[in-house]
Structure formats: C-alpha cells, structure tokens
C-alpha cells in the first residue's frame, strides 16, 4: 500500500507557473503507474495527466498539452505536476494518484483508482 501527500498549490496569477509535488511513503512509485486529476466546483473530477511505472510513456489531457509536464524523482519517491501558462479554468483542487494499471487512471473520472492523496488547491486569477 503506498500513501501520497500532496503539496505545491498555492494563489498565482494567469500565465503564472506552479510546480505541484506529490511525495509517496510505503511503496516506491516506480511500482505504480501514477498520475494527476483535479475538480472544480460544480464539476466532474477529470483527468489530467499520468506516467507509466518506467516512465516511459507520459499521457495528458487535451486541456494541459503543451502546458503540463508530469515527471517522477525515483531517489525522492516523488511525483511532480510542472504547470506553466496558466488559466483561471485551471482553478481546481488536484489530486495525485496511483494504481496498477495505467489505463484505470486515465481512463473516466478516476473512479477505479486505488490510491490518492488529500488534494491541493490551485487558483489561478485573471
């Protein structure tokens, strides 16, 4: 079983970066395929992003490509959200996420995810 905390939200301004961190205890995360959601009030949770247990393959939503990096420290057992270029439609909590199988995380509302962290809030104003 692994735990995850996540940290690194935080109130920036559109066309800000933030760096959202996701440190993991119990289990290392190069066990998992791992990832990102985030909701907003008065929305369905969605996907983000995801990297597979090598990190080899990467996957993100529509909505982030070109603007949100996910990595992985395997010597810090943490997972990062790199988040350039932000919008005030960015504004949500994000979750970081992890489970056996890279297709439960990216595919629906993260519904069948077996692990997750308590969130962290990003707002962005505009």
């Known amino acids: 079983q692994v735990q995850l905390v996540e940290s690194g939200g935080g109130l920036v301004q559109a066309g800000d970066s933030l760096r959202l961190s996701c440190a993991a205890a119990?289990?290392?995360?190069?066990?998992?395929?791992t990832g990102w959601f985030r909701q907003s009030p008065g929305k369905e949770r969605e996907f983000v992003a995801a990297i597979n247990w090598s990190g080899g393959i990467r996957r993100y939503a529509d909505s982030v490509k070109g603007r949100f990096t996910i990595s992985r420290d395997d010597a810090k057992n943490t997972m990062y959200l790199q988040m350039n270029s932000l919008k005030a439609e960015d504004t949500a909590i994000y979750y970081c996420?992890?489970?056996?199988?890279?297709?439960?995380?990216?595919?629906?509302?993260?519904?069948?995810?077996?692990?997750w962290g308590q969130g962290t809030q990003v707002t962005v104003s505009s």
């Open positions: 119990g289990r290392t995360l190069s066990s998992y395929a």
């Open positions: 996420v992890a489970d056996n199988n890279m297709a439960t995380i990216r595919g629906g509302s993260g519904g069948r995810v077996d692990y």
